[in-house]
């Protein structure tokens, strides 16, 4: 590592909250904020659960009203979805915004929110580095799935229907002021949902600490990241109440993000957008199909790197590593198997070669190249 390399390192969430139960903390941050208005953004699958009757509870103490709720439903987030919670945000004039849920609950409420001060819609306020309004509501996510990082990162992408790409948002106005990390929350993850999320947090972890953006501060974080998910994302899919596991994966997701959000990802993520957005596959399922063979692609690249990270995985080599805790994890599988055709895999190949993330890419890949890679995943 060449400690006299000029770096940049981009991080705007302002607190970082950790701890068994430290969701009760948002009483204190609604006092100290003066929020009275309270919205909450959340995923549909808690819409009866208790641990949002007892966030109303603990916000009613501290003298905030929830003036409303919006749910986000069961799928990555679109266009749609987006517009209709910017609706239920402007409705009530929020103090304090809080997103409970994945990624997509997290990506949701960030856009929806930005738009409140920015007006244009959806699509209009999509974009790299976008010269965003902040809007004056306290914003505090709270994760319940170890993947996405979306909690700590200026990131967001949303679906939007019919297109073989996704939209991008990234501004240092979009990101959550604090985040409340309760590995508590992760709980109630089902088994293959904490095997997708954390496979993805992996991705991100590996994906960053490769990236040609990659510098002295994200490493030390993408690799811990790398070194936590190996160790304890077996442990987490197979026994779920795990407190040591489900902290470890929380912990290693928000670090992963801490590191992509400067040096972007790669050619895993740059072909998993479109197969969501293209076959609706879940994001942490595609980042699991794609990533074998995008490994066998870049560790020529890697240099010493990826004998570092084989090291982690106790494999001889970074492919069969991955190949590996894919398999423990329960994600083996091909795209054949999801009968993408001659004609589909093309597609995918084009729309992948679309995303920003390709240049940050350790090995420089043309259409061919990802031809290539796509092949290999069958």
Same mark, same amino acid.
């Given at each position: ?270 072909? &998993?957008?479109?197969?969501? !957005? *293209?076959?609706?596959? $879940?994001?942490?399922? %595609?980042?699991? +199909?794609?990533? /074998?063979? =995008?490994? &066998?692609?870049?560790?020529? !690249? *890697?240099?010493?790197? $990826?004998?570092?990270? %084989?090291?982690? +995985?106790?494999? /001889?080599? =970074?492919? &069969? ?58």
């Amino acid at each position: 590592m060449d400690l006299s390399a000029r770096f940049e390192f981009r991080h705007s969430t302002r607190q970082i909250l950790f701890g068994w139960g430290v969701r009760a903390e948002l009483g204190r941050l609604a006092q100290q904020h003066a929020a009275r208005r309270c919205a909450i953004v959340a995923d549909a699958i808690f819409r009866d659960a208790p641990v949002l009757h007892a966030l109303r509870d603990v916000l009613g103490t501290a003298g905030s009203t929830t003036a409303a709720v919006f749910w986000v439903p069961p799928h990555e987030p679109d266009t749609a979805v987006v517009e209709a919670c910017h609706q239920v945000l402007q409705s009530v004039d929020p103090d304090m915004v809080i997103a409970v849920g994945g990624g997509s609950t997290m990506d949701a409420a960030k856009v929806a929110r930005i738009m409140l001060s920015n007006p244009g819609g959806v699509v209009a306020n999509a974009g790299f580095d976008m010269p965003h309004q902040p809007h004056r509501s306290l914003f505090v996510g709270l994760p319940t799935t170890a993947g996405t990082g979306s909690e700590v990162s200026e990131m967001a992408v949303i679906s939007r229907h019919g297109s073989d790409i996704k939209l991008r948002y990234r501004s240092a106005a979009l990101p959550f002021h604090v985040a409340v990390l309760d590995p508590e929350l992760c709980l109630s993850m089902p088994r293959q949902v904490t095997a997708q999320t954390g496979f993805d947090a992996f991705t991100h972890a590996l994906e960053a600490h490769v990236s040609t953006a990659a510098n002295v501060m994200t490493e030390p974080l993408s690799l811990h990241a790398l070194m936590l998910l190996a160790q304890w994302l077996p442990i987490a899919v197979e026994h779920g109440d795990h407190r040591q596991a489900r902290s470890a994966c929380l912990l290693a997701s928000m670090q992963a993000a801490l590191a992509f959000n400067t040096t972007q990802l790669g050619l895993c993520h740059a072909i &998993a957008a479109p197969l969501g !957005a *293209m076959y609706q596959v $879940a994001h942490g399922y %595609a980042n699991a +199909l794609a990533l /074998p063979a =995008v490994v &066998a692609f870049n560790e020529p !690249a *890697m240099g010493a790197k $990826a004998a570092a990270i %084989a090291a982690l +995985l106790r494999a /001889p080599s =970074v492919r &069969a590593g991955v190949a590996q805790l894919r398999q423990t994890v329960g994600l083996g599988g091909s795209l054949d198997a999801l009968g993408i055709d001659a004609t589909g895999r093309e597609a995918l190949a084009v729309a992948a070669l679309k995303s920003g993330n390709i240049r940050f890419n350790p090995r420089p890949v043309d259409l061919d190249g990802v031809r290539g890679v796509i092949e290999a995943m069958r």
